[in-house]
């Protein structure tokens, strides 16, 4: 008997115990402004990653030459206080300002410059954005390793490392020129390289294997032999002055370096701590408005108000937490219980509700942006190989229908790649007639023509989306607009983000769902993605008069004929339809009215140096009932129109 | 019954190398590596990054090498979380799932006993019926249908909890409400199901004959024997609870392990996947040798080998 | 407390006492009911599942007009058919024949090829042959979907998904009975105009499918390993319950998810469509798998207790194998545990399948399931607007379903426990 009492109160106590120990979770203050960053983030090591959720963190924690204006995405000043760039365009001289430093409080030199663009560039850090930096001087080659060198070639190869070695350490160089190349077969290459007039024969091992193995006889191994960096564009003038060379006038140059994949880090922090060590918050040496706080892996990132900081009077907000939170209804209903103050996309059938609020609110203003919605078609795949196929089903979709009804915020209709809004480029749209009925009678006829009268005997095609409400809605209203319209059957198919891309790379798919944002505002940031075997063209189409336009566009110094060239380059690929656009963006940003320094802009960055909050607006709010929001989070039942 | 857990021990170790080589080869049948991202990458650097996955070994070189790693407590990187080690992962959120846990747990013995006991003891009335009923829908919805109405009331209507994250006591209560409800469901049908075993027993009438109260006969005679097969549903309902509340982590945006459990899966995200199979398998066993002590403990008679 | 009358089998003894039991019995009808309608789905006047009107989009539930005259099958097209569909398997033949023919002339051409060419010298030399083989096939592969297509036209037009012969056949008498009559979406409609109404009929079939046959496939691999281990006992029954201990630890939603994933996979998917396995096919099996571990044991249990008893000594001495014993005599003795078993996992399963629709992985559009359904709701509620149609019926479809079968399970354990006989 006294044996069971014993065992249930050891029970209670161990349940009353675990307990008290869960609810003393340790608080931490509550932060001045909380916005929810959509998904986890890969990380915060500027090279490293892409996506927008990291590029709202990252930009708030380093500051690269030049920062973007947050109305205009003009550049404006950033650890570069001026600069001069020569007359043919292709010379750009920064001077670093006196005052921007590290958040150890060492000053930002044009050496940790240097070693940061050469870190991004290097084969070996696989920056997702290398290929921006492309534009300066050599880089490509740098970038592309061995693959791009040829004999002659002035060369650094870099030796081995022990393998405990911190991995972002670099082995001792030697620089030297290419004599030869030997094919060994099964991709591998045997460099000869003569330096100080000897001439020593490399093969490339990696580093655990040059330890265990001796190199053949007459031969040393190294990690890898690069174009030699000092070949590239990138050169320190001394500690506060860079000159950057361009390999051809780049009318959006200051723009690229103020992107945050161009912005410094700290050698001595990347290479006491390596990789991805160096970004823990008890590690990271960072240069923007704010240091990393706190990190828990889909919970949030704290950012805290940077001390060091060289415009810190200006910078407001002392605390921010980024939530990672990926069901999107829990992300309005944060907002709508005043946990956080700005949501980026809200969900569409939220949003058509609020939009038809009356009063209108003034939190919710979509505005459209550099951004395009689509879909692939995998050329290689019969029956989209052929044109007319690819035609038919751009024209039988109802494009209207998806944007008026479906989406209803404001997107619009895409019949071209580029977006509107750059200035001085006009949009080459895909040909479609003045009614919808006559699109689908003339998509009916090139069907007819492609073998398949009434979408009879054409194969099952699948559409391919990552997982997400919005996409499989669309997913689903397009198979049967072709269903309807062409007689065809369709299915979809989702899949989670990674496999979606890898599906989409590796060329599994029939018909697949893409976007792309712009990375600057110009139309090179989405037609260069279309060459011949781009990263980005994993349609399996490629033409040569394509490449060749992109490739004049990039030399041309006329920006007018710059655009010309472009516009016919997208002639071209509306003509041959690889890709069928479905509609432009509009962001969908929900800022709490109290919230200033917040504008709508072309590409939807939002830095937070510049967001700061009104509290006497967020004050009254809560004494004010009635002023653009609900004073409490009780339901708010809207009354929908059919 | 220190040779029976020694045998548990040992039950363990090989239970844990043949779920180990299960997951291994499973994940590797999975199309999506670790190795895909946005970019085609150069075959040069894929081959770098193979090397660095060990991905360019034989599945077998694979196998020894990560089974070495996992012997000397090396769970590796995580693919996807790239700034993270599996154990850092599980670092941060094991507690939050353990207090989550045990909150929900919590509150599933104590309505899943309340709503059994009494349903058993008033068998047949209104009450049984209506307490089964309660107690059934936690296990005939959807829990992330439970979870959205739950926040439309407790949120929006009454305001009495946040709507979702995760940092003090009222963030825990409509989450742990909603992960232990289908659990309440099961202990109330499980204590009911004994509670009756238990009542048509003999010495229960023989309490009754000789005068002892209705409560006290519930309450200290029947409700004992009738707490062992609940005891023995803890084990794997603990479990569950820890690794199964991935609905209720996305839905209140809560940091905890079940989310990281199913994404590592989809993902294919080799090494993270691995150390939450093999955390899943440990806590399993520990739970139902915990279970067995408490056997053992309650009742004598029964001998620990079962 | 009745006496126990003589002669009164177990079986009707336990359908007395179930039939006092009004929940157990409610439960049942309602289920039956489920069942049936779920059955002749295609035979009622509904609106088709997957018809998408885009202006209708999120109506709310609306009795006003009842019916909808909409439903106009094309019952010349499909008179057509036959005829059509005869010619094109005649020209299918001739141009099967053909592929078969230019894959012999490809075959030899490739024996013929020296051993040792490369993959590229090879593709080069081959191509003569197989540009014409893939042409030629194409076309075959063209004329066979083209059969399909005609068959399914008429109906892909109104709204359904593919349907197979029984459906079509009621399709076709519910138009002679209703005419182009359909009731109006009283269930409201979804964020495509589809109508909810005839989505949860449609669901049913395929969400009752998934919980039946999955289970069903745990029953048999559950039962028969399950006595097998019962029946032999001793190191068999050791390394045989060992074995289901160590699957036990085995995480099994990770599992699935794994096996779906895998199967998923596009070229894999691929192949199995062209067998007609789709993601549910993979789901009953891969789930029935797993399911059937505490089937086994409980099998076990029942078993062990079982085949000391007088009449299965009567009839090894008499002389009948293993097999016969374990399924002539033991097995429909433990038919009382494996039924109610049997409706507790059905809706284990069923909520499998709610979870796997959550993540993204249950059935695939243009099949619908009740899991898929109140997904869809839950997700497109928020705090600025419910669209509660959306959420209520789906669930409530579902909810009765689950707790039908749970009381029902609940009122044959009580029915068929002979402790509780007794009273």
């Not at chain 1, 061995?146 to 870099?158: A, I, P, Q």
């Not at chain 1, 024209?395 to 071209?416: K, Q």
């Not at chain 2, 899943?112 to 209506?130: H, K, N, Q, Y």
């Not at chain 3, 249990?301 to 299965?312: A, D, H, M």
């Amino acid at each position: 008997m006294s044996r069971s009492r014993l065992f249930f109160g050891l029970l209670a106590l161990a349940l009353i115990l675990s307990l008290g120990w869960a609810f003393s979770g340790n608080q931490m203050p509550p932060a001045d402004f909380t916005f929810v960053n959509n998904s986890e983030i890969k990380g915060v090591d500027p090279a490293k990653v892409n996506g927008s959720p990291e590029g709202n963190i990252v930009r708030a924690l380093f500051e690269g030459l030049t920062r973007w204006h947050p109305e205009t995405l003009e550049p404006i000043p950033g650890i570069a206080e001026r600069w001069e760039i020569s007359d043919d365009g292709l010379v750009y001289t920064f001077h670093l300002r006196e005052d921007a430093k590290w958040s150890d409080g060492s000053l930002v030199t044009a050496g940790d410059m240097v070693y940061s663009l050469r870190r991004f560039l290097g084969p070996r850090t696989i920056a997702e954005y290398a290929y921006l930096g492309w534009c300066i001087k050599n880089a490509r080659r740098y970038s592309l390793a061995s693959s791009s060198l040829k004999v002659g070639d002035l060369v650094e190869v870099e030796a081995n490392l022990p393998v405990d070695a911190i991995n972002t350490l670099r082995g001792e160089l030697v620089h030297g020129k290419l004599v030869e190349i030997e094919e060994l077969g099964n991709d591998e290459k045997a460099f000869v390289v003569e330096h100080d007039g000897k001439q020593t024969r490399y093969l490339a091992a990696d580093d655990a294997d040059a330890i265990k193995q001796e190199p053949p006889a007459d031969s040393r191994w190294c990690r890898q032999v690069l174009l030699d960096f000092r070949e590239v564009g990138i050169e320190e003038i001394d500690s506060r002055t860079l000159r950057i060379t361009l390999e051809s006038p780049t009318a959006y140059f200051l723009k690229l370096v103020g992107y945050y994949p161009f912005a410094p880090v700290q050698q001595r922090c990347v290479e006491k701590y390596g990789s991805p060590g160096w970004t823990k918050q008890e590690n990271i040496v960072s240069n923007g408005a704010f240091t990393l706080g706190f990190r828990r892996i889909r919970d949030r990132i704290r950012l805290i108000k940077s001390d060091t900081y060289w415009n810190r009077e200006n910078v407001r907000l002392n605390i921010v937490d980024a939530l990672a939170i990926e069901a999107r209804t829990t992300a309005v209903n944060l907002y709508m219980t005043d946990e956080v103050d700005w949501i980026i996309s809200v969900p569409t059938p939220s949003l058509k509700v609020m939009l038809k609020a009356d009063p209108p609110r003034n939190d919710l203003k979509p505005a459209p942006f550099l951004g395009v919605y689509y879909y692939m078609l995998n050329t290689t795949r019969k029956p989209l190989d052929d044109l007319r196929v690819r035609r038919a089903l751009s024209l039988a979709l109802d494009r209207e229908e998806i944007t008026s009804i479906l989406l209803a915020a404001g997107e619009v209709p895409a019949l071209s790649l580029v977006p509107p809004g750059i200035t001085g480029y006009q949009a080459q749209e895909t040909e479609v007639h003045d009614t919808q009925a006559k699109n689908v009678a003339r998509a009916q006829e090139l069907l007819a023509e492609a073998g398949f009268p009434k979408g009879q005997g054409f194969p099952r095609l699948d559409i391919l989306y990552n997982t997400d409400e919005a996409h499989q809605s669309i997913a689903e209203l397009i198979r049967k607009q072709w269903q309807r319209e062409l007689g065809i059957s369709i299915k979809t198919r989702s899949e989670e983000w990674a496999a979606c891309q890898s599906s989409q790379q590796q060329m599994r798919y029939n018909v697949a769902r893409r976007a792309w944002i712009g990375d600057y505002t110009d139309p090179n940031t989405f037609l260069d993605m279309f060459v011949t075997g781009g990263d980005q063209n994993n349609t399996g189409w490629g033409n040569p008069d394509y490449d060749r336009l992109i490739r004049e566009a990039a030399l041309e110094t006329d920006p007018q004929k710059r655009m010309r060239l472009f516009e016919e380059a997208e002639r071209l690929l509306m003509e041959e339809l690889p890709i069928v656009p479905i509609y432009f963006y509009v962001s969908k940003n929900m800022v709490k009215p109290y919230v200033r320094g917040f504008y709508n802009n072309l590409q939807d960055v939002h830095p937070l140096s510049n967001i700061w909050i009104d509290r006497e607006s967020k004050s009254n709010e809560f004494t004010n009932p009635g002023i653009g929001k609900p004073a409490n989070n009780k339901l708010e039942l809207a009354k929908e129109q059919p | 019954m220190i040779a029976m857990s020694l045998r548990r021990l040992g039950w363990m170790v090989l239970t844990l190398w043949v779920v180990f080589t299960i997951s291994f080869f499973l994940m590797r049948a999975v199309p999506n590596g670790p190795l895909s991202s946005e970019r085609n990458l150069s075959p040069e650097i894929e081959r770098l990054m193979a090397k660095r996955f060990n991905l360019d070994k034989t599945p077998f070189e694979q196998y020894r090498m990560e089974l070495g790693n996992i012997l000397s407590g090396d769970l590796g990187h995580s693919f996807r979380l790239n700034d993270f080690t599996v154990a850092e992962v599980i670092e941060q959120g094991l507690p939050i799932s353990l207090s989550l846990g045990s909150l929900a747990l919590a509150f599933a013995l104590t309505l899943g006993l309340i709503a059994g006991v009494t349903s058993a003891v008033f068998r047949g009335t209104r009450w049984d019926t209506g307490f089964m009923l309660l107690a059934t829908t936690g296990i005939a919805l959807p829990n992330f249908v439970i979870a959205g109405i739950c926040i439309l009331v407790f949120v929006f209507f009454f305001s009495w909890f946040p709507a979702a994250g995760w940092g003090s006591w009222q963030h825990m209560v409509l989450p742990a409400f909603c992960l232990g409800l289908p659990y309440a469901a099961s202990i109330s049908r499980i204590s009911r199901t004994s509670m009756l075993d238990v009542l048509s027993e003999d010495y229960i009438r023989t309490a009754r004959a000789k005068g002892v109260g209705p409560t006290r006969v519930v309450m200290v005679h029947a409700l004992r024997s009738a707490l062992l097969p609940v005891v023995s549903y803890l084990g794997p309902a603990v479990a569950g609870i820890l690794t199964g509340s991935l609905v209720i982590e996305r839905v209140f945006a809560i940091p905890g392990l079940g989310t990281h459990f199913v994404e590592a899966a989809i993902q294919g995200d080799y090494t993270l996947a691995m150390g939450m199979v093999l955390l899943y398998t440990v806590l399993l066993y520990s739970m139902n040798w915990l279970v067995d002590l408490s056997y053992a403990f309650l009742n004598p008679r029964i001998s620990a080998h079962s | 407390m009745e006496p126990n009358q003589a002669g009164n089998s177990l079986g009707k003894d336990a359908w007395r006492k179930l039939r006092r039991n009004r929940a157990a019995m409610g439960s049942l009808v309602w289920l039956v009911v489920i069942g049936l309608l779920a059955a002749v789905t295609p035979l009622l006047p509904l609106q088709a599942p997957d018809t998408v009107q885009m202006a209708v989009q999120y109506t709310e539930p609306t009795l006003s007009p009842v019916w909808l005259h909409t439903f106009n099958l094309d019952t010349n097209a499909i008179a057509e058919t036959p005829a059509l569909v005869e010619q094109y398997q005649e020209e299918l033949v001739t141009l099967q024949g053909i592929a078969r023919e230019k894959e012999q002339e490809l075959d030899q051409a490739a024996r013929q090829l020296p051993g040792d060419t490369s993959v590229e010298e090879r593709a080069e030399s081959l191509a003569p042959y197989q540009v014409p083989f893939d042409e030629a096939y194409e076309l075959a592969r063209r004329k066979h979907a083209q059969i399909e297509d005609t068959i399914q036209a008429p109906y892909r037009k109104l709204g359904f998904a593919p349907l197979n012969g029984i459906s079509r056949q009621f399709v076709k008498w519910r138009y002679a009975i209703f005419g182009n009559r359909s009731l109006n979406s009283i269930c409201g409609r979804d964020v495509l105009g589809r109508d909810l109404l005839s989505r949860v009929f449609w669901g049913a079939r395929v969400s009752l499918v998934v919980g039946l046959v999955a289970t069903f496939v745990s029953l048999v691999i559950g039962v028969t390993y399950g006595a097998v281990a019962g029946y032999f006992g001793g190191w068999i029954d050791d390394a045989m319950m060992r074995f289901v201990d160590v699957l036990y630890s085995v995480p099994f939603i990770f599992v699935v998810i794994f096996i779906i994933t895998i199967l998923g996979e596009e070229s894999v998917a691929r192949e199995l469509a062209y067998w007609g396995i789709g993601r549910i096919t993979i789901f009953f099996v891969v789930v029935g798998a797993i399911y059937w571990l505490t089937m086994s044991r409980v099998v076990r249990g029942q078993v062990i207790s079982l085949k000391n008893e007088p009449f299965i000594e009567a009839a090894r001495s008499l002389g009948a194998g293993h097999a016969r014993i374990i399924f002539r005599h033991i097995l429909p003795n433990v038919f009382s545990v494996v039924l109610v078993y049997l409706t507790l996992t059905i809706p284990k399963v069923m909520l499998f399948e709610a979870f796997l629709s959550f993540l993204g992985l249950g059935v695939e559009p243009p099949n619908v399931s009740w899991g898929l359904l109140a997904n869809e709701g839950i997700k497109v509620m928020s705090p600025v607007k419910i669209y509660w149609w959306l959420i209520l019926f789906p669930s409530l479809a579902l909810g009765s379903t689950l707790l039908a079968l749970n009381l029902l399970g609940d009122g044959l354990r009580d029915a068929l426990d002979p402790k509780l006989r007794k009273e």
